[in-house]
């Protein structure tokens, strides 16, 4: 076996319980079939470069570079006159360019930048105006709300991104078909233009919607079935008046596939693998003729993505929205199918055995193939992040050891028989910075889990912030380094209310889980430990208290979860169970957002991290007039 190490492939690997396993040669074969490769390939570079803003590069003489718009630069341009952005490197005498990328050395972070603020799962946040769901006006509302009365600064949501068209919708928001478009069920009906010229029976329509409000989970395939309806009805009245061609150039040929993508879909089946072979390449002159055939249907595909893009916008408009970024995509949608030729096959991505799963994880998510990407000169990844960190002041990357190296499972095979596969993670961070550079929005790494050395410190370099919870941390939240992102728990963990009245370990055993009493018992003492309570203390004192030690911690974004501000019990997402088992991601708040508004519980935490923020803030001034003074 030869040439595994060139393609990024670790022959040897230690996983979340300290054991090391050597790797199988027939695994090493399947990885390198799933990149596309032999055994007796020879790895070449692709003319790729990346250089920092300013920066001294000597080009060959003689060469030319095209600018990303369009224009020349003289032969004696030096590298540090290059912008930002994705150029062209043109050599004398070669037909093949050089993709040149000019990145700054650090993500974008406001100075004197500290905030607190909510993290919510948006599907759960109902309101009197939602249809069974929360939408992108309650997403408005909670954003107004939480910045002009609690003097908030951020709004954490889950992923917004689009799920294959057609019954049934698939609930996870971390396997989406497409990360560059989003999910129509986050569109509030009323505020799109023409419903109510177009729709008569409006009221009607969304009385049938607030009905389903007040079922007890959410039920997205209602949910679609009534918003697609309305819809459609909006589209045949208003399409021949409607213009949102500005939107169609500035998404370009992702937007026309994706709504190609949906189109098919809704006429084939949500996963591509099935379609008629003619249709299973975006290139195909099958699946051009089966555009122009389907004109109309792709067009309104198209509108609604403009649709959602301008709700969200307005969502937006206070510039407090922190999107998250999912680690990949349903092997069946959009996303791979447009990139079908970056993308493995027959492998997916998940984790080693770890002390929370001893048999490891397979999350069902094929990998990008590390020297594919690169041949690509990163523009499936840096349009990823581009979408993701679009109207959005903040982003939040999912597994961001992702960046160094993902965790490959063969088709068919245990987590046991896998081993993780190396990215340049220095190009993608460069891509990252970039991209966040120019959408003035920062990032946060979710390093949770297994992390190798050196990680968290690249990561710091780049100005990537930690991500601190709470129940992974054994240091004090007043310990927490200042770049970092500090909250309680994640939509994985349990909340306080589950861990404190024994809900959550109730929950777990009724799903068949093989759960671990004094693991759980553990986490209770130590949240009783954190919040400094007795025992028996009520659970709004438990909440108060353990909000009022992660005020303590230097971090420059604190963030409560609704969740735990409403003494939820139940977590949005309980890892290792099925749909049988268990309504994972549909599982509403229990309160709606007009009662959120006013609950005294809610306002306290605010209160109390709103106190926190501003007394750190104020220490580091502090400190820092201190250090001028004396230096005076």
Known sequence: ???????????????????????????????????????????????????????????????????????????????????????????PGSPHPTRLIVAPETCYLREQFRVWGWTLQLYALRSRGSWGMGDLEDLKQVSTWSTDVLNAGLIMTNPLDAPAPGIPQHPSPYFPSSRLFRNPLYLRIEEVPGAREALPDLAQYAARGHALNEAPLIDRDAIYQLKMEALEKI????????????????????????????????????????????????????LAGFVRESQDRVRFHKWVQWLIDGQLLRASERRTVMQDLPIGVDPGGADAWLWQEVFAKNVSVG????????????????????????????????????????????????????????????????????????YNADELLSILALESVRAKAFVVGEDLGTVEPGVRE??????????????????????????????????DLPTIAGVWSGADLKEQKRAGLQVSEEGMEKNRNRLQEVADVSPSAPVSEVIAKAHATLAEAPSIVILASLDDALAAEQRPNLPGTTSDQRPNWSIPLP????????????????????????????????????????AQ
């Open 1 to 91: 076996m030869r040439n595994t190490k060139a393609w990024g492939i670790d022959e040897r690997y230690e996983d979340g319980l300290q054991q090391w396993h050597d790797v199988s040669d027939e695994t090493k074969s399947a990885l390198l079939r799933a990149m596309g490769v032999d055994e007796s390939s020879a790895s070449e570079e692709p003319p790729l470069l990346i250089v920092t803003e300013g920066a001294a590069t000597v080009f060959p003489k003689r060469s030319e570079i095209e600018l990303e718009d369009g224009s020349l630069l003289p032969q004696d341009a030096h590298s540090r006159d290059l912008p930002l952005g994705y150029h062209t490197l043109r050599h």
């Open 235 to 286: 589209w045949t009245h208003t399409r021949s008046r409607v213009n949102f061609a500005a939107y169609e150039r500035e998404e370009g040929r992702n937007l026309d596939l994706f709504a190609a993508f949906c189109t098919a879909a809704e006429r084939h089946g949500a996963n591509w693998h099935e379609w008629p072979g003619d249709l299973q390449h975006p290139d195909s002159a099958e």
């Open 351 to 422: 984790a080693p055995a770890d002390p929370f799963s001893e048999t490891g994880q397979d999350w069902g998510l094929p990998p990008f193939v590390p020297h594919k990407l690169r041949a690509a000169g990163y523009g499936p990844f840096a349009q990823t992040v581009r979408s993701a960190m679009r109207h959005s002041a903040g982003l939040r990357i999912d597994h961001a050891m992702g960046l160094f190296r993902l965790f490959w499972i063969p088709a068919g095979e245990s987590p046991r028989n896998g081993t993780y596969v190396r």
């Open 458 to 491: 690249k990561l710091q370099q780049f100005r990537v912030l930690s991500y601190k919870v709470l129940w992974f941390e054994d240091n004090p939240p007043a310990q927490y380094p200042e770049l970092s992102l500090a909250s309680i728990s994640t939509h």
């Open 591 to 630: 309160k709606k957002l007009e009662e959120i508004e006013t609950d005294a519980q809610v306002l306290n935490v605010a209160g109390i991290l709103r106190r926190g923020v501003m007394e750190r803030a104020q220490m580091k001034s502090d400190a820092a007039e201190s250090v001028l003074f004396g």
